[in-house]
Structure formats: structure tokens, C-alpha cells
């Protein structure tokens, strides 16, 4: 509830009652701040009315006030796990970047060895050579899947804590 003002409730509403009767027109106040006597702030919406008194001339205000403080409160939280779940949402777009760009090249490594294994007669030592590189990319590749399984079981674990 912050951004909202207390003010001194007895004069604030006396003057928003002559404002009221001067101009004949219904008054609305979005949000006002009270603090009751436990210390506990609470926000009301307002809306004020001029009528005139029955059998007389008098003029007079119809105030009604709702206390809007848990829907205040609710409307925060909501704003909260809103902008918490569009984070997680531009850390998942970005985490899924990284994780096709780092798996692109060893695939990438693979595919062009196997392709040259197929098409190409090689010799035995030109074989042994390429059959090296493909373990190379294998192993690249296998440490991108085990850096990205890190990656989730500390994420996993940072979640777990902050539902605790």
C-alpha cells in the first residue's frame, strides 16, 4: 500500500463533504489510506453523494466506503508472479538459445564426418583419423548434454528453495 497518503480523516472528509454540496456533483476517491486504532493500515474507495433531507431544504452527503485493502494487497501479488513468470519465460527463451546453439556444432561435427565417412573412400589411416574426429565431436557433444543437465539440477534446486 505504498504511494498512498494518510491525511488527518475528520477535516480531509468534512472538506470533501462541502466540495460535495457546493457543486451538487457525486465524488468519487479512488483510495484513501486509514489506519485503525490496532496500528494496521487499510485502504477504503469512496464514493460520496449530495442529497437534500427530506421535508426540509437541508443539504447533505451520502458517503459509502468499501474497504479495498485485500483486493489492493491481491492485485500486488498478482503483479508480482506476473512479472516472476515473465522472467522465467525470457530466461527460458534465452537457456533454449544457448542450449540449440551449443548443440548445433557438435551435430553439425557429426553429420559432416558421417557424411564424409559415407561418400569418400578413405584409407585405413585416413579412417582411423576421422573415426578420432568423430569421437571428438561425440565427447563435445556429450559435454554439452551433461553442462545443460548441471545447469537444470541447480536451477531445479533453486526453485525448490524458493518455494520452501
Excluded: W
Amino acid at each position: 500500500m505504498t504511494g498512498v497518503q494518510t491525511c488527518a480523516l475528520p477535516i480531509y472528509f468534512l472538506k470533501q463533504d462541502q466540495e460535495v454540496i457546493l457543486s451538487g456533483a457525486t465524488k468519487t476517491i479512488e483510495e484513501n489510506a486509514f489506519i485503525d486504532h490496532k496500528g494496521f493500515a487499510h485502504l477504503f474507495y469512496t464514493v460520496k453523494v449530495p442529497f437534500t433531507v427530506a421535508g426540509t431544504n437541508e443539504q447533505a452527503v451520502l458517503g459509502i466506503s468499501l474497504d479495498i485493502t485485500k483486493q489492493k494487497l491481491a492485485e500486488a501479488e498478482r503483479s508480482k508472479m506476473i512479472a516472476d513468470i515473465v522472467q522465467r519465460n525470457k530466461d527460458l527463451e534465452q537457456f533454449s538459445y544457448i542450449i540449440s546453439h551449443n548443440l548445433r556444432a557438435p551435430v553439425a561435427n557429426i553429420l559432416g564426418i558421417t557424411n564424409i565417412m559415407q561418400t569418400i573412400k578413405l584409407s585405413k589411416e585416413e579412417s582411423l583419423k576421422v573415426i578420432g574426429y568423430l569421437d571428438t565431436a561425440t565427447k563435445n557433444l556429450d559435454n554439452v548434454i551433461k553442462d545443460i543437465n548441471h545447469i537444470l539440477e541447480l536451477k531445479h534446486g533453486v526453485n525448490e528453495i524458493k518455494e520452501k
